[in-house]
């Protein structure tokens, strides 16, 4: 069974930091690119990081762009979205998704920044 679980989603501060991660399994985790999304209210789903199977290419939305940092250990089959210095309009449910041909999504988390 196909399974992308993520957590980590919480309520934070402005400047504030979070780290998201989504653990697989029933996959070959190792054989997917993985991205996280994430949407917020009366949002489309917008594309947030993308990295590449072996970690040696990544992509962000220019809106967090130096401030967020995805990665992956694909010996815990795990991919984490490090968020630093957090903004209002990064409020939304993020989600992760599994891509090879197939594409697998989580359930999604929400981050919240408020003061």
């Known amino acids: 069974q196909v399974q992308l679980v993520e957590s980590g989603g919480d309520l934070v501060q402005p400047g504030g930091s979070l780290r998201l991660s989504c653990a697989a399994s029933?996959?070959?985790?190792?054989?997917?690119?993985m991205r996280w999304y994430r949407q917020a209210p009366g949002k489309e789903r917008e594309l947030v990081a993308f990295?590449?199977?072996?970690?040696?290419?990544?992509n962000y939305a220019d809106s967090v762009k130096g401030r967020f940092t995805i990665s992956r250990d694909n010996a815990k089959n795990t991919v984490y979205l490090q968020m630093n210095s957090l903004k209002f309009e990064d409020t939304a449910v993020y989600y992760c998704?599994?891509?090879?041909?197939?594409?697998?999504w989580g359930q999604g988390t929400q981050v919240t920044v408020s003061s």
């Open positions: 029933g996959f070959t985790f190792s054989m997917f690119v």
């Open positions: 998704n599994a891509l090879n041909g197939n594409s697998y």
């Open positions: 990295i590449n199977r072996l970690s040696s290419i990544t």
